[in-house]
């Protein structure tokens, strides 16, 4: 199984400022099969990017993600009001798991 | 727009049984691989199975082979989780997905609470 690690667990940031999200895979992830998705609460997962930098319907240009092999980043350039929440990655190279998630706050 | 809309979830004793059901609208539903995630309170998505467009092809996450079988009718739009030998710790929200390779769209799930 591909356990995916998120750092950090918890991003305490202002509208504004730039987050730097992280996620390392136990294995490579050599197809570039690595999805991110937002939660807020109460919500199933919205998804924000896929196949490690493509980002989804409707998703602003703030959002970008990049990544290769075991590690890949999400950044958010400016936090709006509406992007905190629980951001987790998933990887569905090799079945499908989800990391333990990164609270931006 | 696509909608994925759960159901059937509820109380039920260890050991019991329970079948979910997803029903799927604005898109061929007939087209499209169907995932069922869970998520506990607090914890990560975990995802269960998945079924191919046609419902030949079913693939289980280990921790819930053999307990669970997915299903589809697709004349109908629907999506089934039948869940068996259930155990406290399957307690969740239950979610259906359309299955894009990644999850492009979520239902807002049911609840199931197993508990004696």
């Known amino acids: 199984e591909i356990v995916l690690t998120q750092s950090p667990g918890t991003l305490s940031l202002s509208p504004g400022e730039r987050a730097t999200l992280s996620c390392r895979a136990s294995q490579s992830i050599t197809s570039g099969y690595l999805a991110w998705y937002q939660q807020r609460p109460g919500q199933p997962p919205r998804i924000v990017i896929f196949?490690?930098?493509n980002r989804a319907t409707g998703i602003p240009a703030r959002f970008s993600a990049s990544g290769s092999g075991t590690d890949f980043t999400l950044t958010i350039s400016s936090l709006e009001p509406e992007d905190y929440g629980v951001y987790y990655c998933q990887q569905y190279h090799r079945s499908n798991t989800f990391g333990g998630g990164t609270r931006v706050e | 727009q696509v909608k994925l809309v759960e159901s059937g979830g509820g109380l039920v004793r260890p050991g019991g049984s329970l079948k979910l059901s997803c029903r799927g609208s604005g898109f061929t539903f007939s087209d499209y691989y169907l995932s069922w995630v869970r998520q506990a309170p607090g914890k990560r998505p975990e995802w269960l199975a998945y079924t191919n467009a046609g419902g030949e092809v079913q693939v289980y996450a280990d921790s819930v082979k053999g307990r669970f079988t997915v299903s589809r009718d697709n004349a109908n739009k629907l999506f089934f989780l039948e869940m068996n030998d259930l155990e406290v710790g399957d307690t969740a929200v239950y979610h259906c997905?359309?299955?894009?390779?990644?999850?492009?769209?979520w239902g807002r799930g049911t609840l199931v609470t197993v508990s004696s």
């Open positions: 997905a359309r299955n894009d390779g990644s999850l492009h769209h």
């Open positions: 196949d490690a930098s």
